[in-house]
Every structure is written in structure tokens, then in C-alpha cells.
């Protein structure tokens, strides 16, 4: 069973603070990883998809780090504005191929107050 | 908008009733995908179509009937529900994820679903 873990849970950060979290996977038979930024009462928002180790992704003030051989990716956001605050959730499909069967993680929810 | 649309947007169902909650995606994508959440839990795959075939039925109970006509709509009927299927259920749609590539999955806005 593919197990997808998000730490923290929750996060709380003033206007203009950089944050980051974590995403860990099984690393054996990695395919693929995908970021997605989930607003109250709205659809969830692909970030990125990342399937290289050493993989640097970014959009805006928004980044994400790949490693596959030890399994996580680091999510960083920097200069956080209260328009981050959101769930942020990763998942990978299950299995080594893209079968589309993503396995999603609790999510780690930011609050970013002004 | 992310071009996937789901209706109703809210439903309030005694477990008795027989519902039934739509998807309509507007991208062209070939894969649809029904998703659960239930409080304090991940987003859980329920069920996958590729191409009108269902590819993955995650040991969903069988009150939970999914349709897909076309690539463009995906239904989940529901009958005799439990008070503990009210979730959130999340619609997604995506290009053919065998088609070689990871395919991003582009979310509807989900219906939440409390069971009386």
C-alpha cells in the first residue's frame, strides 16, 4: 500500500513570512508527484508535477524540490501572502506506471494572517 | 474554473432516498475520476473511467453506482447511503494516463453530501 505523508498538519505565519512542508512517499517504484494548493469552497489547483530526482519546480513565489531516492519533496513558499492560505496536498500514483490512481495526503493547511 | 463542473453543489438525502450527482468536464480529457473525503481524512480514489471503461473500483460498497455515458460525464447514483458516506465527493478529469506522461488531474468544485 503506497502511503503518502504531509507534515505539519497545520500551519500558522504572518504576512511576509517564507514557509515550507513536506511531502514524503515510498521511494521504491516512484512515478511521479504532484502538488496541488486547495481553497476553501473551491476546486483543487495543480502546482506541479515532478518526476526527476533533483527536480526544482517553481511558480511565482511558489516552489518545489523532488527527491526521489529518499522519498519527499519540500514545498516552500516565500514571502507568504494571505492569499496562500489554503490546503496544500501531494499525491502519487499508485504503482510505477502512470495508472492515474493517485494516492493523496492529508494535506498540510496554511494560514497566513496579515 | 478549472472546466469541470459538478452539480448539486450541496444534497441532504434521508438513507432511503436515491440521488444522484453529476460531472461534466470541458477539457477534452478522455479520464474521469470520482474522489471522497470524509473529515480528517485524504482525498481517496473511489472509482476510474478511461475511454467510458471503468479501470479502478477501489472496494467501493455498492450503494455507490458510478455511470459514465461519455468521456465529457460521469454520474455517481446513490441509494440506502449510511450516515457516514455524508462527504465531500470530488469529480476529476485528465487526459489518458496510459497515453505515457504523468497527467495532471483538473478538479470539480464537489458536492457535499450529508446522509439523514
Given at each position: 500500500i503506497l502511503n503518502v505523508e504531509q507534515s505539519p498538519q497545520s500551519l500558522h505565519v504572518q504576512e511576509g513570512d517564507s514557509t515550507n512542508f513536506t511531502c514524503s512517499f515510498p521511494s521504491s517504484n516512484f512515478y511521479a508527484l504532484h502538488w496541488y494548493r486547495w481553497e476553501t469552497a473551491k476546486s483543487p489547483e495543480a502546482l506541479f508535477v515532478m518526476t526527476?530526482?533533483?527536480?526544482?519546480?517553481?511558480?511565482g513565489r511558489i516552489s518545489a524540490t523532488l527527491n526521489t531516492k529518499e522519498g519527499y519533496s519540500y514545498l516552500y513558499i516565500k514571502g507568504s501572502q494571505p492569499e496562500d492560505s489554503a490546503t496544500y496536498l501531494c499525491a502519487s500514483p499508485r504503482g510505477s506506471s502512470n495508472t492515474g490512481k493517485l494516492i493523496f495526503g492529508q494535506g498540510t493547511t496554511l494560514q497566513v494572517k496579515p | 474554473?478549472?472546466?469541470v463542473t459538478q452539480t448539486p453543489r450541496h444534497l441532504v438525502m434521508g438513507m432511503t432516498n436515491k440521488k444522484s450527482l453529476k460531472c461534466e468536464q470541458h477539457l477534452g480529457h478522455n479520464a474521469m475520476y470520482w474522489y471522497k473525503q470524509s473529515a480528517?481524512?485524504?482525498?481517496?480514489?473511489?472509482?476510474?473511467?478511461?475511454?467510458?471503461?471503468?479501470?479502478?473500483?477501489?472496494?467501493?460498497?455498492?450503494?455507490?453506482?458510478?455511470?459514465?455515458?461519455?468521456?465529457?460525464?460521469?454520474?455517481?447514483?446513490?441509494?440506502?447511503?449510511?450516515?457516514?458516506?455524508?462527504?465531500?465527493?470530488?469529480?476529476?478529469?485528465?487526459?489518458?494516463p496510459q497515453r505515457g506522461g504523468p497527467e495532471t488531474q483538473y478538479f470539480g468544485p464537489g458536492t457535499r453530501l450529508l446522509v439523514l
Amino acid at each position: 500500500i503506497l502511503n503518502v505523508e504531509q507534515s505539519p498538519q497545520s500551519l500558522h505565519v504572518q504576512e511576509g513570512d517564507s514557509t515550507n512542508f513536506t511531502c514524503s512517499f515510498p521511494s521504491s517504484n516512484f512515478y511521479a508527484l504532484h502538488w496541488y494548493r486547495w481553497e476553501t469552497a473551491k476546486s483543487p489547483e495543480a502546482l506541479f508535477v515532478m518526476t526527476l530526482n533533483g527536480d526544482e519546480k517553481k511558480k511565482g513565489r511558489i516552489s518545489a524540490t523532488l527527491n526521489t531516492k529518499e522519498g519527499y519533496s519540500y514545498l516552500y513558499i516565500k514571502g507568504s501572502q494571505p492569499e496562500d492560505s489554503a490546503t496544500y496536498l501531494c499525491a502519487s500514483p499508485r504503482g510505477s506506471s502512470n495508472t492515474g490512481k493517485l494516492i493523496f495526503g492529508q494535506g498540510t493547511t496554511l494560514q497566513v494572517k496579515p | 474554473e478549472t472546466g469541470v463542473t459538478q452539480t448539486p453543489r450541496h444534497l441532504v438525502m434521508g438513507m432511503t432516498n436515491k440521488k444522484s450527482l453529476k460531472c461534466e468536464q470541458h477539457l477534452g480529457h478522455n479520464a474521469m475520476y470520482w474522489y471522497k473525503q470524509s473529515a480528517k481524512k485524504p482525498l481517496e480514489l473511489m472509482f476510474v473511467y478511461n475511454f467510458k471503461e471503468q479501470t479502478e473500483n477501489n472496494s467501493v460498497p455498492s450503494r455507490f453506482s458510478p455511470e459514465c455515458p461519455n468521456s465529457s460525464h460521469l454520474f455517481l447514483h446513490l441509494h440506502t447511503l449510511q450516515p457516514e458516506d455524508s462527504a465531500l465527493y470530488l469529480c476529476a478529469s485528465s487526459q489518458d494516463p496510459q497515453r505515457g506522461g504523468p497527467e495532471t488531474q483538473y478538479f470539480g468544485p464537489g458536492t457535499r453530501l450529508l446522509v439523514l
